[in-house]
């Protein structure tokens, strides 16, 4: 599985948010109900729940994400209130589609790519987008480079997100004031009317470092008063950090030994102290060097080897890296 931003158990991590995905063939949305219900009428909940999806897509977000406790609470509460709204508009009550459009704050690796894709398939599971599918882009995809480049880029983007969630990663690049050649406020403008007109078909979900966001909504108020759910993603614990790295040697059929393992607690407890920390890319990034260490080992090693040797990762692996001897990111 591919991502950009998380601490799945799947573990997929990588640099920076993806190219716009390749728009795919459309699937209805979820059909509502054609007659008013009565008003004695009794709605069963859970199979209400159970119809669109709910508890799957909420079950698989534990599963996929270690900790963020108050991420997944924030995401309970809004699929509690979107269950509710349906069920109201069944029986005939009158609810303004509530505005979707969010703000996930905090740092690289801390799984707000990953919620995005979540909140996708638990939209179109209640029939608020037709796909759900989930369209990621930087400022490099919306800001053009000359006059009459922007608008057109920016129009591409939107046109691939309809009917689902578009990811603006690191939002904050697209404002840069005091520079007249720069086309990222045309790109703000496209987005905000995108918001309004396309609410009933499109989520736009900014993200980016929580100081950073705070500035670009002051030079945006427009764009402020667009968003109606803020999402703060909490740094992953020490301990959290472990279970995410033991889940991605995991899913590659490797093991820590005794040994690696007391090792990898001080890696990281060295790493998250330094700069450019980013939370489970950077763990998912020490592991791949882990790796290669391994091999190296064994191949220099000669002789014979076994199972046990080729998936296990020793403390060598990792007290190999600078960051032991005050380095960086090796």
């Known amino acids: 599985m591919a991502g950009t ?22 699937t209805p949305a979820a059909e509502e109900p054609d007659t008013t219900l009565a008003p004695d ?44 709204d349906r069920i109201r508009e069944r029986f005939g009550v009158a609810t303004d589609r ?49 006059v009459g480049h922007t608008a057109p880029k920016t129009k591409e983007i939107v046109g691939k997100a309809r009917g689902g969630v578009l990811f603006v990663d690191e939002a904050y690049y697209l404002h840069r004031p005091g520079n007249e050649r720069d086309y990222g406020g045309e790109a703000i403008e496209i987005l905000l009317q995108a918001m309004e007109e396309n609410r009933d078909d499109l989520v736009v979900v900014l993200a980016g470092y929580a100081d950073r966001m705070a500035t ?54 060295l790493r998250r102290e330094q700069e450019w920390f980013a939370g489970a890319r950077s763990v998912r990034n020490a592991l791949d060097r882990a790796r290669m260490r391994q091999a190296r080992r064994l191949a220099e090693g ?24 005050g380095g960086h990111r090796s």
Do not use: W
């Open 5 to 26: 931003d998380n601490g799945r158990v799947s573990f997929a991590t990588g640099g920076r948010a993806s190219r716009p995905s390749v728009a795919e063939p459309e």
């Open 41 to 84: 009428a009794v709605v069963d909940l859970d199979a209400v729940r159970s119809e669109a999806g709910v508890d799957d897509v909420l079950d698989a977000l534990d599963r996929e994400l270690v900790g963020l406790a108050p991420v997944k609470e924030r995401l309970r509460e809004l699929a509690a209130l979107l269950v509710v």
């Open 98 to 146: 509530p505005t979707l459009h969010m703000c996930f704050t905090g740092n690289p690796g801390t799984g707000k790519t990953t919620v995005a894709q979540r909140i996708g398939d638990l939209l179109k599971g209640l029939g608020y987008l037709r796909r759900g599918h989930l369209v990621t882009a930087t400022r490099d995809d919306l800001v053009g480079q000359y």
């Open 216 to 269: 670009f909504f002051e030079a945006n108020p427009g764009m402020q008063s667009r968003i109606a759910h803020h999402v703060d993603f909490p740094d992953f614990s020490a301990d959290e950090l472990v279970t995410i790295a033991e889940g991605m040697v995991a899913e590659q059929g490797l093991a820590f030994s005794p040994e690696a393992h007391t090792a990898l607690r001080e890696y990281l407890a």
């Open 302 to 325: 000669g002789g014979s080897i076994g199972l046990a040797d080729v998936t296990t990762l020793e403390a060598a692996d990792l007290r190999a890296s600078r960051v032991f001897a």
